[in-house]
């Protein structure tokens, strides 16, 4: 159980500039406009701020929020017949509202982790997507056609090979851009943007197999005139996104048959990648590629499938002589035939060093 003292914000930064509610609700429908979000969003966010302003009030400083007005919000809320799901929803409305006004330099702080104080409501499995699925659906993505080496995929199909085979969330690919693909070393580095910060402000390296190289290779071909500040996946207006590619990987699942409502998408991808990598890399490792602010949510893909895959892991390390502390000396760090500055040049675009030594091994192995 949290206490009260770690959900409210520390306030060594001073406090947070003077801002009411009802201003912050002003910049905050300002910024969803800009960011060209469906009017949907716009219109379910005004419905749940009206509650907000309600309760709260209008002039309610946002400085001097505290833990207690989140639970006497919950408390009127619930008391007015609603369910556990929309407060919540409610919640991450005035959670939204806070970041951003944050982003705009509006407050000095979030003052209170609203996100941590929603209730608890029972999780459904975490649904992963096999092998066979994977390529039904990227099949359906990509117009019928098979995806194979040397042949440009759709846009859909592009970003589901990101999602499955680096683990980046949905916000994350839409605001790709080419400076973040470092094609020589096969990386994707996960950078915040003027307007547009990274979940958990975790910015990362993240190494990616050659079939997605490939086929970044290929979508940066197609545009020869693209400059390092253009998006991978640009919208109607240069200057933004495109924003409609949960939607489209959504009619991707749903006409490969796999459809189920708040269970598949693109996210399912990312569950995907974590599970697979979960039997083969460390927990640190598996935190860091993945951007996760703590060890929670990437300790539950560190496990294996089956009894049989957990016995042939245990056989691949310590029936390899090489690989027995019990039977020689350990490895050195570097092999022969890694370029130390190849790793200091890895490290210096955010990898851990064990993590660049094992990128390298593979590129040589692969030799």
Known sequence: MKTIDKLQTSRSRGRPRSLS????I?????????????????????????????????????????????Q????????????????????????????????????SYVPVRVDKLRFKIGQSLVHVYTEEQTEKILIAANEGQPIKNGESVTRTALAILIAAYSGLRLQEIRHLRWLNVNLKLG??????TKNWTTKAHNERSIPIPTVLVNALKLRKDESPSATPEDWIFPG?????????????VRAAVRQAGLYIKGKTGLHGFRRTWAT???????????????GWADFKTPGKYIRAKNPERKRSLVCEVF????????KSSPEPAVRKGIDPEEIDELVSQNMTHAAAIAFLRKQLEKK
């Not at 509610?21 to 912050?24: I, K, N, R």
């Not at 990386?187 to 915040?192: D, E, R």
């Open 21 to 24: 509610l009802g201003d912050a």
């Open 26 to 70: 002003v910049y905050h429908r300002r910024w969803l406009i800009e960011q060209e979000r469906k009017p949907k969003t716009i219109s379910t966010n005004e419905e749940r701020s009206r509650h907000l302003v309600r309760i709260l009030g209008e002039h309610f400083q946002l400085s001097k929020l505290v833990v207690q007005d989140i």
């Open 72 to 107: 006497d919000y919950k408390t009127q809320r619930r008391a007015e017949g609603v369910s556990q799901q929309t407060v919540n929803n409610e919640l991450d409305t005035l959670y939204g509202i806070l970041n951003n006004a944050e982003r705009q330099e509006l407050l």
């Open 187 to 192: 990386l994707l580095n996960v950078l915040s």
């Open 236 to 248: 109607r207006h240069a200057r933004t996104p495109f924003n409609q590619l949960g939607r489209d």
């Open 276 to 290: 697979n990598l979960g039997e083969r890399v460390d927990l640190p490792t598996l935190k860091e590629w993945g």
């Open 319 to 326: 029936d390899t002589p090489s690989e027995n502390p019990l």
